[in-house]
């Protein structure tokens, strides 16, 4: 059984916020939420991580709700280069890839 | 910086043939992972290995094997090879416990892929 629920796609216009929501209602307590991008065929690309808080870098945010069942990944000003598909892993030991959001940035 | 190199690129083998595919970890990266991508497929996890023991086995078939030595690079073997194993092959690395053996997080740092063509 999947451990991580995301949408098929998303589109997202130049310059404006992409939220990327995934589910996952059976995290355990010791599992961390990780984000990781794959453009065209190259090898994935770490984003972000994070366990219970909020977490913000170069590159995104992470919002997790307190009760961990849900995350949102926010690129704060997608740009063409940002056209990837977007896998939400929980994992703790565990690094898994489920299906991902094919994310698409129009100018 | 070092990224994690992967060997080689591009190799064609023809069914029934044997393939060796290598990985070279960032250095002072005590993991490796072994990732299956198929066309228009999502990378499934094929097997880990932690100070080169295995440490983690997901979907490997039993014609592949995997090892890694002692100067931590890893090679991914696969005999009898199927037209269906013709996929990308990413090795990942990171550095799961830190100072002190103490655990710390999965970030995993992929290399560019090995594209295995089986004819």
């Known amino acids: 059984d999947a451990k991580t629920t995301q949408p098929t796609s998303m589109d997202c216009a130049e310059g404006r916020a992409a939220n990327l929501p995934c589910n996952h209602s059976?995290?355990?307590?010791?599992?961390?939420v990780y984000w990781y991008r794959q453009i065209h065929s190259q090898g994935p690309q770490y984003i972000i991580h994070?366990?219970?808080n909020n977490e913000t870098n170069e590159m995104a945010s992470l919002i997790i709700t307190e009760d961990r069942k849900s995350s949102t990944l926010i690129l704060p000003h997608a740009t063409l280069r940002d056209t990837a598909v977007y896998y939400c892993?929980?994992?703790?030991?565990?690094?898994?890839f489920g299906a991902g959001t094919r994310l698409t940035v129009k100018p | 910086a070092a990224g994690v190199i992967q060997s080689p690129r591009h190799l064609i083998k023809e069914k029934r043939e044997t393939a060796t595919l290598k990985c070279y970890p960032i250095?002072?990266?005590?993991?490796v992972y072994w990732y299956q991508q198929g066309p228009g497929q999502d990378p499934q996890f094929l097997i880990s290995?932690?100070?080169?023991?295995?440490?983690d086995k997901g979907s490997i078939p039993d014609r592949f094997s995997a090892q890694q030595f002692s100067d931590y690079h890893s090679e991914l073997n696969m005999s009898s090879l199927e037209l269906g194993d013709s996929a990308l092959y990413f090795c990942?690395?990171?550095?799961?416990?830190?100072?002190?053996?103490?655990?710390?997080?999965?970030?995993?740092?992929f290399g560019s892929g090995t594209q295995l063509s089986v004819l």
């Open positions: 990942a690395s990171s550095l799961v416990r830190g100072p002190q053996g103490i655990a710390t997080n999965e970030k995993l740092f």
């Open positions: 059976t995290i355990s307590g010791n599992e961390y």
């Open positions: 994070g366990l219970k």
């Open positions: 892993i929980v994992s703790y030991n565990d690094m898994r």
């Open positions: 250095p002072r990266h005590d993991t």
């Open positions: 290995f932690y100070e080169k023991m295995q440490s």
